[in-house]
């Protein structure tokens, strides 16, 4: 596995995400929290541009009648559907057996890699 470093930290705005392609694979990196993660561009359910959706939040477990919004920021919508995945774990918040692929992210002296 190796290491391709394709931008510098001082180029994220915290909650943004660049598309990049590494090796052949559209891939879209995230910074939330000050961490960054990695996310194959491609949606498992239809092969839609999955990174070219929204970045948002989801509703939360509430009661009946009820509608609890929250994890703004953490979710990403699939534009072609509105499959939502997670953008730090690539799992699917509507099937746990779906999921994004997600790539290992490294940073050393302010330069972001994707490790591949």
Same mark, same amino acid.
């Given at each position: 596995? @190796?290491? *391709?470093?394709?931008?510098?930290?001082? =180029?994220?705005?915290?909650?943004?995400?660049?598309?990049? #392609?590494?090796?052949? $694979?559209?891939?879209?990196?995230?910074?939330? #929290? !000050? +961490?960054?993660?990695?996310? *194959?561009?491609? /949606?498992? *359910?239809?092969? @839609?541009? &999955? /990174?070219? !959706?929204?970045? /948002?939040?989801?509703?939360?477990?509430?009661?009946?009648? %009820?509608? +609890?919004? !929250?994890? +703004?920021? %953490?979710?990403?919508? /699939?534009?072609? *559907?509105?499959?939502?995945? =997670?953008?730090?774990? !690539?799992?699917? &918040?509507?099937? %746990?057996?779906? $999921?994004? $692929?997600?790539?290992?992210?490294?940073?050393? =002296?302010?330069?972001?890699?994707?490790?591949?």
């Amino acid at each position: 596995m @190796a290491t *391709h470093f394709v931008a510098e930290t001082k =180029d994220f705005i915290e909650g943004h995400h660049i598309i990049v #392609d590494v090796e052949g $694979r559209s891939i879209g990196l995230y910074r939330l #929290d !000050g +961490q960054f993660y990695a996310l *194959h561009n491609y /949606c498992p *359910h239809e092969g @839609a541009p &999955l /990174c070219k !959706g929204s970045i /948002c939040g989801t509703t939360l477990p509430s009661n009946v009648y %009820e509608y +609890q919004f !929250g994890r +703004q920021g %953490e979710i990403i919508r /699939c534009p072609w *559907h509105g499959w939502e995945f =997670d953008i730090k774990t !690539g799992k699917s &918040l509507v099937n %746990e057996k779906v $999921r994004a $692929r997600k790539y290992k992210v490294e940073v050393e =002296d302010g330069k972001v890699g994707i490790v591949i």
